[in-house]
């Protein structure tokens, strides 16, 4: 038995997450409240806001997932809950709620590691997936709203950091550019969207290769991108002058939907193939046997169906969880803490959040 029923919750970032998962590995519920349609008004998140809305909807995700779990408190073994990295105000409402579970239940308490869950995700049961479950030596790339890096692990819990980002994480640079183009927050699920519907090709912008290392950076590409947008919305705004010689401000003019998909493919194309050709070099390097994606960014289609052809062509298998597993969820949570509990990892009703948990250093 690894850990056996683990009640975990998530409330890192946006998403208020409790799953109860078995093993490390099935599922029994795993229900998510989303705060995006929120923070969309405000176009990011409001740290405040955030940890208000986890306190709003803490108890009604636990009812809910206990209702589509049928299971109950005599067959959970532990609680599990993230302890960082995240936001302050919004970790500490999952930590003084799961050690009040835990304390009343009398169960006991296991820290987690965010970004240990986006990569346990990967062991979760899926049936989309060409092997059973990720094997050693691997190498992992996490994308997500605040972090990037590549790891690589020749076994469970150890970690060696091949890379990370030296500016913007990522999903950071997709939710900054989908603004500039005017999209819906979060940017990342809004540019796949548009880019998809793009019918050119030719916009391109630069990659940040830094070399032989596998270290990222995004920032250069959004100052391109910004630059590019914000030349277009000037020249879009021209024609619009009117004769009363009242003038609209650049920003203040969208650009037609086709040009945004076009620009949307461009700057996507350019993120994915960095990912992806990273991924996979230092797949290769490391004589990794499997591939695993994770992070919120991994939710996008073409960086998925693109890794998916490179690991191919290298004989490399990929594991990538479902969408819905790969954005922030109770169930890695429960995935990352049955590794954790097997170690002997157990926290104290002093548990304090830790904002700034790395993962791994190099
Ligand atoms: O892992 P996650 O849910 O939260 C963090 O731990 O940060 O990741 C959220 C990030 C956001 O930046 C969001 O724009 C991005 O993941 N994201 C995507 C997609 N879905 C979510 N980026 C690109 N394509 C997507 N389909
Ligand atoms: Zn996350």
Known sequence: MRGGLILAVESS???TGIALVEDGR?????VVASQVAMHAAAGGIVPEVAARA?????????DEAWDSAGVGWDDVSAVAVTEGPGLAGSLLVGINFAKTLAYVHDKPLVPVNHLEGHLYAAWL??????????????????VSGGHTFLVEMRDHLTYRLLGETIDDAAGEAFDKVGRLLGLPYPGGPAIMKAAAGSKRHDVV???????ETFDFSFSGLKTAARRVIGAERGAAALPAIPSNGVTATAEEQPLPADRVAELAYGFQDSVVDVLVTKTLRAARRAGARSVVLGGGVAANRVLRDRLADGAREAGIPLVVPRPALCTDNGAMIGAAAARRWEAGARAGLDLDAR????LARR
């Open 205 to 211: 912008f630069p990659r940040a290769w830094l070399g």
């Open 13 to 15: 970032c946006d998403e």
């Open 355 to 358: 904002p700034s948990l790395p």
């Open 54 to 62: 986890h306190l709003r909807w803490i108890v009604p995700v636990l």
């Open 125 to 142: 049961e899926d049936a989309a997936r060409e092997i059973e479950e990720p094997v050693f030596p691997l190498v992992a790339l996490i």
């Open 26 to 30: 099935k599922i029994h519920s795993n």
